[in-house]
């Protein structure tokens, strides 16, 4: 499996390869991966339903209790069957949907990287691993919603999706290492069953509420959901998957997968449920004020969001329940409603539900496919909507706390989404033929096959509910606190509250329905104080951290390398200087005793460095800068450190070389700095010298750590197969580091060619000049 | 600013090119066991090519080179990652080194010195693009002479 995950990231980076080998061909072959992953995991169903969990042991970095370790329980396997599934489709309908578009390519690498990381996400049974590919899906997530780099509407919402989701996941990282800390292990597996301990922790507060603002962010709760329905600029198979299957479903996943080592408190019932249940009833109404289709399926999916985390608030078998079936419904029917969204767009031309009617005729199937998954979505029976909405019912009302504030949310949202069902999907198929920018045609078979499938799931699951029995009652044993009772789902639940109900909501939305244009226009007068939401709060501290950032760089990098240079030392000097006096209190024997080679090798230092200045030409002070450095290296041959002693003589060459280049380039030499300037620099060069011999005398006279060395000495032959102990640590002990390091270098080099290639000669707004063509490629 | 076609530079460079590289290659190829190694090495090839482009100017640097340093980068990083593969694939912790040893010759290849060759790539690949990016052929010089350059300011 875990081969399966990261070769499809290959496959991913294969795509424009393939795309050039297989041309319009190339979604549906790609869509083979998800399918063949959809066997595999029917494959494992019998052990699933059996209750057991399948842990699949792979080693990754073990000495930082990092694995790739794969648990596939209950959740796990109705989480990476929706991925598999829903992402099959999606490949085959965007193949369609983006036929003949010139960044196919790009589009099937993202969203098949996007795809593995989302399975990676809900596979991985450690923290860690956990958490990277949950940074990998905002990342991707960026690139797809900001697939039409060419406008700027797609670019601002692809920012403002990752910088909350991605601010999210700081809080996030800083909870799983709370969470690590607090439970005793990084792996998902033995933290569930840690649930007492974590719950009585001193840390569970703190790392609750990072964990809560991390779910919170990806998976679009109030008051962190605006990002999603400006999302909605991505294109429509993207949504498709994404927003509403599969990505924002990561949060719900994560609070589901740490409900039996987090939930039960007083805490996470409070404020899972009313945050929930606020987010439920705010998708719902903001969701009528709109007539833009993609839009309203966006906020009806922040409504199902809210349901779900209000559900796993509720937490008691009764809610869980509910939970895993109003996941199932909502994948089913708001992947296909998306999907016929993108079929409307396509075949008419416009986005506007308001614009679109009577298209019955001209394509009947999608209109069969939007019917069935809008009835889904209304819950009405007997789809599995309706059943997933009894249940909800049910198990508002044994919720423990606020029960009375969360039932009347939940009724609104329940009546409002009733509304924008019918809206959303029956509109634009009956009543009067509207005129619309295109002629009405049936979607191509490729893009009608998911939809469909998707929306005869979601009726042959409402007719036969029975058919989950097992995979809801494996899902609860997964995720739930207690001992599991028999789950036993249908489809008529007899005359009960619930039932009532859902009439009530049935009669209020078609209300709302028949009044919708009134109502909207009694909402518009509302706008002023909608124009202070969250998003409001968002803009602001985007420009705060503009203005505070602009202050920052004009006060600390303002241009002149002198100032950066003061600015570092003082801040070395302030932090090592603590350190040093106050928490050690260096212990500084001084021995002389020298050879007379050495105090020569020491004297040209001293005098390089004098010299370099107070020289007054510029190639002068270089030169002297080289002689400092070439006895630096004398130094290392004389300490027999041959390998440093040559790196020193080759760095020291490509500076001079470098240095050489930049001066030919630099204004004449001139006195820039007033003699109290230069006062100041001699004293934080003075003090910064004597501090690092402080510094080095310290280390050399105080208590003796043990060496590290000695043990690389032992083991270089032994373990490394090489006698030059430099490299060895350099390419094996710690190839990690020099890892990071050449990704360092790999950075400071790309800045370099960035700054000096594409400089920008005359800034203007009104026409961004275009970067100047390279004269040698 | 390099006035290139300096008689000497050109015969030097020339001549010195190839034995500079060699020694490079010797360099990295001998680093695990003496001094030497991917660091090292990718240093001294950049000063070989160095010479190279003071002496011809960048265009025929990239003639010669047939790719951008740039590229050399990546495939360094590249090389970089993939040498912890074995270990993932065997199951082993990350970055766990292994060695075959070729037949015949009596060589030891390892995945270490494939990441040093990674090293190498990324070390000569940087020098060369700081180096190149600031290098301006004469070519430029007189065509940005006639433009206000902001540097220059």
Redesign the interface.
């Known amino acids: 499996m875990q081969l399966a995950v990261l070769g499809g990231f290959v496959v991913a980076g294969m795509a424009p390869l393939l795309h050039r080998w297989f041309g319009a061909r190339t979604p549906m072959l790609m869509a083979l991966l998800p399918a063949s992953l959809t066997l595999w995991l029917l494959w494992q169903w019998p052990t699933i339903i059996a209750g057991n969990v399948l842990l699949l042991e792979w080693a990754w970095v073990p000495g930082l209790d990092i694995t790739l370790t794969f648990l596939i329980d209950g959740l796990a396997w109705l989480f990476a069957m929706l991925i598999s599934v829903i992402g099959a489709l999606v490949l085959v309908y965007s193949g369609d949907y983006l036929r003949g578009h010139q960044d196919l390519p790009r589009f099937l690498v993202v969203i098949t990287a996007f795809m593995m990381s989302m399975l990676g996400l809900v596979l991985a049974d450690n923290l860690v691993t956990l958490f990277v590919f949950w940074e990998l899906t905002s990342i991707t997530s960026y690139l797809l919603i900001g697939f039409n780099h060419t406008d700027l509407a797609a670019r601002k919402a692809a920012l403002q999706g990752l910088i909350v989701t991605a601010g999210g996941g700081l809080a996030l990282l800083a909870g799983f290492v709370m969470l690590a800390v607090a439970g005793g292990s990084w792996s998902l597996s033995e933290l569930i069953t840690q649930g007492e301990v974590l719950r009585e922790h001193s840390l569970y507060t703190a790392l609750l509420i990072c964990v809560l603002i991390g779910a919170f962010t990806k998976s679009a709760q109030f008051p962190f959901h605006f990002w999603l329905p400006n999302a909605m600029a991505a294109p429509t198979p993207v949504s498709a998957y994404l927003h509403s299957a599969t990505m924002v479903k990561a949060g719900i996943y994560l609070l589901a997968r740490l409900h039996p080592a987090l939930g039960g408190t007083d805490t996470w019932v409070i404020s899972l449920s009313l945050v929930g249940a606020l987010t439920m009833a705010t998708g719902a109404f903001l969701a009528i004020q709109h007539t833009h289709i993609k839009k309203m399926l966006a906020y009806s999916t922040i409504m199902a969001l809210g349901t779900l985390t209000m559900l796993l608030g509720i937490g008691t078998q009764g809610a869980l329940v509910a939970f895993v079936v109003f996941l199932l419904a909502h994948s089913l029917y708001k992947g296909a409603l998306f999907m016929v969204a993108g079929i409307l767009d396509h075949a008419t031309g416009t986005k506007d539900v308001t614009a679109m009617g009577g298209l019955r005729h001209a394509m009947p199937l999608t209109a069969a496919a939007a019917c069935i998954a809008a009835l889904s979505l209304a819950g009405l029976p007997p789809l599995l909507g309706f059943v997933g909405k009894e249940l909800m019912f049910e198990s508002v009302l044994e919720a423990s706390h606020y029960q009375g504030v969360i039932l009347i949310l939940a009724f609104i949202a329940a009546f409002l989404t009733l509304a924008v069902a019918v809206i959303v999907a029956l509109r634009p198929f009956f009543g009067p033929r509207r005129e619309t920018p295109k002629t009405p045609h049936e979607a191509p078979p490729a893009m009608l096959i998911a939809p469909v499938l998707l929306a005869e799931l979601s009726l042959l699951l409402g007719l036969v509910p029975a058919l989950l029995d097992g995979l809801v009652a494996a899902v609860v044993t997964g995720i739930s606190l207690g001992e599991v009772r028999g789950v036993k789902l249908s489809l008529w639940h007899g005359i009960n509250l619930p039932l009532l109900l859902s009439l009530a909501s049935l009669a209020a939305g078609v209300l709302v329905f028949r009044y919708w244009h009134a109502l909207r226009a009694r909402l518009a007068r509302l706008e002023p104080i909608m124009a202070r939401g969250p998003e409001a709060g968002y803009e602001a501290l985007m420009r705060g951290l503009v203005n505070v950032a602009e202050w920052q760089t004009r006060l600390l990098q303002n241009g002149y390398i002198r100032n950066y240079l003061v600015m570092t030392l003082l801040v070395f000097l302030g932090l090592v200087g603590h350190a040093l006096v106050f928490r050690h209190s260096p212990n500084i024997a001084l021995s002389i005793d020298v050879y007379f080679h050495e105090a020569v090798a020491a004297g040209l230092m001293v005098s390089g460095a004098i010299v370099a200045c107070v020289m007054r030409s510029r190639l002068a002070a270089v030169a002297a800068l080289g002689v400092m450095g070439f006895s630096i290296a004398l130094t290392f041959v004389l300490f027999s450190a041959p390998d440093l002693a040559i790196t020193q003589l080759l760095v020291e060459t490509l500076t001079v070389i470098l240095l050489v280049l930049v001066l030919f380039r630099s204004p004449r030499f001139a006195d820039l700095s007033t003699p109290v300037e230069r006062l100041r620099d001699l004293v934080v060069a003075v003090l910064t010298g004597g501090l690092t011999t402080l510094l080095m005398l310290a280390v050399l006279n105080g208590e003796r750590l043990p060496r590290i060395s000695d043990y690389m000495v032992a083991n270089s032959q032994p373990l490394g197969h090489g006698h030059n102990i430099v490299n060895v640590i350099l390419v094996d002990f710690r190839a990690l580091d020099t890892l990071g390091e050449m990704f360092v270098l790999a950075l400071a080099a790309m800045g370099v060619y960035a700054m000096l290639r594409f400089h920008v000669v005359d800034y203007d707004a009104r026409h961004p000049p275009t970067p100047r063509e390279n004269t040698d490629d | ?1 390099i006035r290139s076609g300096t008689l000497i530079l050109n015969v030097t460079a020339r001549l010195l090119l190839p034995l500079q590289l060699l020694f490079s290659v010797f360099l990295l190829l001998r ?10 090495a990718g ?2 090839g ?2 070989a090519f ?1 010479l190279y482009l003071f002496a011809y100017g ?2 025929s640097l ?1 003639a010669m080179l047939k790719v ?3 590229d050399l ?2 495939a ?2 590249l090389l ?2 993939c040498s912890t593969l074995p270990a ?1 694939w065997y ?5 766990t ?1 292994h ?1 075959w040893t070729v037949p015949i010759i009596g060589f ?1 290849a ?1 995945t ?1 010195l494939i ?2 060759i ?2 190498y790539l ?2 000569l ?3 060369l ?3 190149t ?3 301006r052929t004469d ?2 010089e007189h065509r940005d002479s006639a ?7």
Request: glycine content about 18%.
């Open positions: 600013m680093g695990h066991d003496e001094p030497g190694g991917g660091f090292i240093l001294v950049a000063g160095v960048r265009a990239h951008t340093p740039q980068v990546g360094g990083l970089g990652i993932w199951g082993e912790p990350f970055f080194a060695w030891k390892s270490t990441f040093d990674g090293v990324t070390v690949g940087s020098v693009t700081a180096i990016s600031l290098v070519q430029e433009e206000e350059v902001p540097w220059n300011r």
